[in-house]
């Protein structure tokens, strides 16, 4: 197919119009490079820099959140007040596959089995839309079948043999975990038995309890549905067999596995880290998105109610599992150097393995900022590529306009809103676990970030992603400027002393900054006008 | 006599809950173009829907190619070899002319191997084909609408309005172009401009309050001054 160019517009007073089209814009952009730059001429040069670095590195973290977010809405108008907690829960475990990945394996067993249960849902539809029962029993049936699957998996989970830390003693905390493999002293914990069932009963029990689940959650949709569930096909008996001869041999190649696992380094734990929370949290989103949130297509409040109890049962799902205090993950060795030779030399010193390089007379973490910042990009750069070159970005494009058409056109949309949540979720967990080592863990910190994110949605336009990225920025760098005027002060003429902020006046300006912005562009800087 | 293509068996639609079919038969014989006349508001458009499972039929019949549509969703409804050219047109402003096309294709290449078709019948798409939907006039997005549906190996077309809003010249090469596909592929057409709609389509449907209550031959009805002043105005 050959393209060929077509006359541009003319352009004549084009430059002018244009001018006057953007002016909010970029009275708003000049304002923010004014702010940006008046601060060469009250700090060092060397903390300028160093304050533009953090904040960019803050305005990643809040980018990987606000960009799932503004894919999210932009796609299914769904704003997801859970992802916060998301992140959070990205940051446990993470931590926990990083840190303890005995109680990842241990854990992983029966969680597999009862996945594998539910897996088999396509053929527990087919099983309850040919039970032909009264209007009541067809109510009451599924619900009494889904509590016994769900009794079943609560009461077998915790005997299965899982060596978790204990909350209530001090030295088997989680804190004391991070501190151990820091200081390289972790020792691999005994492995733990099955505790009062048998390995038999315990593992076709789980399976049992999880197949209950998908039998009762069947049984809820058929009584529904219009059309009889047809015949399941070899896809999810593959699947259901797959998860659970996985869950087996995790089962069976436990000890060794867990040896393996320990003998590793940290760099390629924490890789290990980062991808498996990746993938998990890319199936969690799915499943939310499935189960909770496409019931809700069209009802917009009832989504904010039910996605801000979901957060607030993550957070207290997170205290009951993790302990309440916030604890520390310790960072990967390949950033973490120490010696002689460092801190490395400009960015050629990145590959010292020095925690910290030298930038101009400045020093900066090598994780903290460096890595961080870089993950950012990396993430802004592959969305980007996937939005623009792949069919999947393209039908993400037409969907974000116009979704029945889409529909229309033959393409199952469902399941882009299905991928499009998961990979929301999964950048949002990635958020979370690269934040963690660089600012630690406390179940408090979704809510900050969630904060910090939908002011950057705001400030960039909602459903563009580029402006989530920039929105993410501008809010980044404010807050570090405003951490450091905290201390150093800004004089003001007409005052003795020079004003300082006050650290609760951090999170104000970001607020304040989106009510400026929102005041002169109601639509962000890349919002389409409705 | 073979089966039509389509047949729509008494349905009956609520949106929300408004009552908007109240019983909407009619056939679509296969290689025809029919044309579903009516009022503003008389429910054609949602009848185009119905069909689509855009907005379900709660009851009755939608059956195409010999398969009943009841209970599957617009994306395999679609799939089974329907296109869909709405009022709005909906082209994406997102997306570049070519990736309008693109979107459609239901297996890789299929732009490629219909081109020569999309193409003969539009020309001036071709020369916009880098262009983003938002750029294009009326006119252009009208042509890349119908175009849209003929990427895929569609046997029927419902095309809703493609007279609306189009300069004179430019109707008469959209209703060339409806003729012209119209060779291998059955069209189911709403049309307000009763002078195209008559042109155009050798068959008819009235529609009026959401109930279907005439059809025919068109050149019956073209004579048939009662019929179109009682339910089409005047003509």
Same mark, same amino acid.
């Given at each position: 197919m050959t393209t060929t160019t077509v006359a541009a517009?003319?352009?004549?007073t084009s430059t002018s119009r244009w001018l006057r089209k953007n002016r909010g814009k970029l009275a708003l952009a000049a304002f923010f490079a004014f702010v940006l730059f008046s601060g060469l001429f009250m700090m060092e040069t060397n903390d300028w820099i160093i304050t533009i670095i953090r904040g960019l590195a803050v305005g990643a973290i809040t980018f990987l959140v606000a960009s799932g977010l503004s894919l999210i809405f932009g796609l299914m108008d769904v704003l997801s007040l859970a992802h916060g907690e998301l992140y959070m829960l990205g940051a446990y475990v993470g931590w926990t596959i990083y840190v303890r990945p005995d109680t990842f394996l241990d854990a992983l067993t029966p969680i597999a089995l009862v996945l594998s249960g539910m897996a088999l849902l396509p053929l527990w539809r087919r099983i309850a839309s040919m039970w032909t029962a009264g209007k009541w029993a067809r109510i009451i049936a599924p619900i009494l079948v889904g509590v016994a699957g769900l009794v079943i998996v609560v009461v077998l989970f915790p005997k299965f043999p899982m060596s978790m830390w204990n909350l209530d003693v001090y030295t088997e905390a989680p804190i004391n975990n991070s501190v151990a493999l820091d200081q390289g002293l972790q020792e691999v914990p005994p492995p733990a038995d099955f505790d009062g069932v048998s390995p038999l009963v315990g593992i076709i029990g789980i399976w049992l309890g999880g197949a209950l689940l998908g039998l009762g959650i069947a049984g809820g949709i058929e009584r529904k549905a219009e059309v009889p569930a047809s015949k399941p096909g070899v896809g999810a008996y593959t699947i259901a067999g797959g998860v659970a001869l996985l869950a087996l041999l995790i089962y069976v190649v436990n000890d060794p596995l867990t040896d393996w696992w320990y003998g590793l380094g940290t760099s390629p734990r924490f890789f290990f880290a980062l991808v498996i929370t990746v993938v998990l949290a890319f199936g969690l989103g799915s499943f939310i998105e499935v189960v909770f949130i496409r019931p809700l297509y069209d009802r917009l409040l009832y989504q904010l109610m039910m996605t801000l109890g979901l957060g607030f049962i993550i957070i207290e799902l997170v205290r009951s599992v993790w302990g309440r205090p916030g604890f520390t993950m310790p960072k990967p060795a390949v950033f973490n150097g120490h010696g002689d030779a460092c801190p490395g030399e400009g960015l050629g010193g990145m590959f010292s393995g020095c925690s910290t390089i030298k930038i101009f007379d400045s020093r900066v973490r090598m994780y903290n900022e460096v890595f961080i910042i870089l993950v950012g990009i990396l993430v802004l750069v592959t969305i980007t590529l996937v939005i623009k070159r792949t069919r999947l970005g393209m039908i993400i494009r037409a969907g974000v306009q116009d979704s029945e058409m889409v529909e229309a056109l033959g393409i199952n949309v469902r399941r882009v809103f299905t991928i499009t949540f998961g990979i929301g979720v999964a950048l949002a967990a990635l958020g979370g676990v690269i934040a963690a080592p660089a600012i630690g863990l406390n179940t408090g910190m979704g809510a900050t970030v969630l904060l910090l994110a939908l002011i950057a949605m705001a400030i960039g336009g909602l459903t563009s992603f580029p402006g989530a990225a920039v929105g993410a920025v501008i809010v980044g760098l404010l807050q570090q400027f405003m951490i450091k005027y905290g201390s150093i002060g800004i004089p003001v003429p007409w005052m003795d002393e020079p004003f300082k902020p006050s650290p609760v006046l951090v999170p104000a300006s970001a607020i304040l900054v989106m009510i400026v912005v929102l005041l002169v562009l109601p639509h962000g800087f890349f919002g389409r006008e409705e | 006599m073979t089966d039509p293509l389509l047949t729509v068996h008494n349905i009956e639609t609520y949106i929300g809950q408004f009552h908007i079919l109240e019983g909407v038969s009619f056939e679509v014989p296969e290689g025809e173009i029919v044309a579903l006349l009516g !009022? =503003? $508001? &008389?429910?054609k458009t949602t009848t185009l829907k119905s069909i689509l499972g855009?907005? &379900?039929? !709660?009851t009755g019949d939608v059956v195409f190619d010999g398969m009943n549509l009841r209970g599957m969703q617009p994306f395999d409804i679609a799939a089974t070899g329907i296109g869909y050219v709405p009022e709005n047109r909906a +082209?994406? $402003? &997102?997306?570049s002319v070519e990736e309008n096309l693109r979107l459609a294709e239901r297996s890789k290449g299929e732009l490629e191997r219909k081109s020569d078709l999309i193409f003969g019948l539009f020309p001036d798409l071709e020369r916009l +084909? $880098?262009?983003? $939907?938002? &750029?294009?006039s009326g006119g252009q997005q009208q042509m890349l609408a119908v175009a849209r549906a003929l990427v895929?190996? =569609? !046997?029927?077309l419902l095309i809703d309005e493609p007279s609306e809003g189009l300069a004179p010249v430019l109707i008469e090469q959209m209703m060339e172009a409806i003729k012209q596909l119209s060779s291998d592929t059955t069209v189911l057409l709403v049309e307000q401009n009763f002078i195209v709609a008559s042109r155009l389509a050798a068959r008819y449907v009235i529609i009026e309050e959401g109930a279907s209550v005439a059809s025919g031959d068109m050149a019956d009805l073209v004579n048939d001054e009662e019929t179109i002043r009682k339910y089409l105005g005047a003509a």
């Open positions: 517009p003319t352009r004549g | !009022r =503003n $508001g &008389a429910g855009l907005t &379900a039929p !709660r +082209i994406f $402003g &997102a997306l +084909i $880098g262009l983003p $939907g938002t &750029a294009l895929p190996d =569609n !046997r029927l």
